[in-house]
């Protein structure tokens, strides 16, 4: 079974930077996907992680949901469980942040992928996500891309292990 996989992009990196949009893979491969409208005072806005995502400002103002609204929903559906991440101290600030501005409880946990990983995973890891990229023509990172991207990452990587 494939493990949960989030994925965050961000308004940039650092102070001041907050989440824009989340994508969770889900282990029966379907996949969450939402856009955070920023709160009033989230102005941060870092040019260059705009041209690593391909994510504007007004898009986020036109169809981004509420931070209420992404928090309830991801607690609801990953109650309970472990979900990983590959980028473990950005996005576990950036949902910290999600949750306390939207004055709930994280009801999941979020761990590092590297938990679940091998050594013989991790040994075949970045080659197996380049040819996947390549396969899928990957070029921009979007959140529930790279957590599919990462999922099947998982899956090779383990069946290789064979």
Do not use: C
């Amino acid at each position: 079974m494939s493990p949960v996989i989030i994925d965050i992009e961000a308004s940039g990196f650092g102070k001041g930077s907050y989440p824009i949009e989340i994508g969770v893979a889900m282990p029966d491969e379907s996949v969450l996907s939402f856009l955070i409208s920023p709160l009033e005072n989230w102005t941060h806005w870092d040019d260059s992680a705009e041209q690593i995502h391909g994510i504007s400002r007004e898009e986020l103002y036109l169809n981004g949901r509420d931070i209420l609204d992404v928090a309830k929903t991801l607690n609801a559906v990953l109650e309970g469980q472990v979900v990983y991440t590959d980028g473990w101290g950005f996005d576990s600030t950036w949902l910290s942040l999600l949750f306390y501005r939207a004055d709930l409880r994280q009801t999941f946990k979020l761990e590092t992928l590297t938990r679940i990983l091998s050594e013989k995973q991790m040994e075949f890891w970045d080659d197996t996500r380049k040819q996947i990229m390549q396969e899928w023509g990957v070029n921009r990172h979007r959140a529930p891309i790279d957590a599919q991207l990462l999922q099947e990452t998982y899956r090779r990587t383990r069946a290789m292990e064979r």
